[in-house]
């Protein structure tokens, strides 16, 4: 072992706790080593003097002041239950209004299913001829806002981040629709959005990050988001059974509303509105670490997923 | 839930709790935050069930806690003024063997380390805790436990010799 190596042990040398092997070889080099035993010195001192940090004794009248915060506590509780009992309530009708509406949507975004089907099943040419006309068609029309709308998604994104998952759905209704011929119809739409990417990034308006991105589609992913219903916001079970679904449900319960989500050093990062009052239940029942939140200039909570900021 | 059982706890662990919250969160509002921390417990204590030692539930909850107050008051903290409290308590402490000034900035040291790093060096070093423990207490990998005490320790030591006090 040289120097570089003995002294990145050093810091744990000291606590007894390396493998007798690699304690013998720091020995050897010690013994020989004044520049390292000076060095290992340093550590030792300092163990010993955050030991020696005495503890403080409690200040005068800590318990006196607990218990009167504990009786506050108690007093409050009944009325707390209360309250949680009218936001549940509240929750539940807002709830069955919601997943109401959401039928509605379905019904009426299930009328532009079929043409996705079968643009799935149609052949080579049909697609040309498609994509032709679309060269003559504003990029976002109306039709394609709705009729092509998961194979937008899938164009464009990599992977689905968490705002993908919670704000786009592939409905179950048209799932069940395309069911009979879903092997062939994926092969197919994976053909047919190769060559949509290809027309697209001569048409588009943001052309560099389209492009962007389709350079990095994974094409197995996209086939997969396309039949798979991601989406639970509304009350559309994950069948990925991941834990996004959990998390969209208690960013809901707790009236978080997302801003933003972006990317940062290959970590997600997800701006969260939400009442003050609320921010360490949230948090706490998210399970997030306080050092992977963080903020912005409108104090508005910067949650970051995939992160530990320390290793 | 019992009082007395509740009780029990305060008079066992009131004192551990108050100086790993004054070590944390830099002695500001430690009393605060460790009767919060109290009540976190009172509330939640039947949510314990007995699969982990108490005392290591305890300081889970007060190093979550502490760091929920750091995050939110860090910015706002004038640390300069808040830091001479701890400090000068510390100097004090003059044990015939520690240089005072060590002391003195081993605890600007502690403070001014991010948060993690921090918290396994006080329940480490300043709480005698083992390897394991603090584990289970951050709900980190042993090998993270590590690499922290490693790193916060060069980060000591490093502050002191910047002060020529190493």
Known sequence: MNCGQVRKYLPLYIDSDLPDEKACEIEKHLAGCEKCRVEMDKYIRIKEALGGLEETPLPDGY?????????TEKEARPLLKWITAIVVAASMFLGAHIADSGSVRDKRIVKFMPSVTSKARSNDNTITERSEAKKHTPQYSEKDKGGTRSSIIKKHSKRPTLFDKMFTTNLPDARDDSKASEGNDIEEQKEDDKKDSVKDDNNTTNGTDSKKES???NVKDNAKYAVTPHFSLYGFKSEEGNNDSTMEKTLKKYGAVILNTSEKDGNEVITVKVDKDKEDELLSELGIDADKVDRDSEDNLKIIIGSDKDE | MDTDAFQEIIQKYAGKVYNTCRRLIAG???????QEVFIKIYKNMNKFKGNSNISTWIYKITVNTCREYWRKNSRHVKMLELKEDIIEQDSNIDDGIINKEIKKY????LLSMDMNKRAVVVLRDINGLSYEEISKILGIPI????????????YIKKFLEDRELL
């Open chain 2, 28 to 34: 500001y509002d430690a009393e605060d935050v460790s």
């Open chain 1, 63 to 71: 318990e006196e002041r607990l218990e009167k915060k504990m009786d």
């Open chain 2, 106 to 109: 081993i605890s600007e040291a």
């Open chain 1, 215 to 217: 350079e990095t589609d």
């Open chain 2, 143 to 154: 090998g993270t436990v590590k690499s922290r005490i490693a790193r916060g320790r060069e």
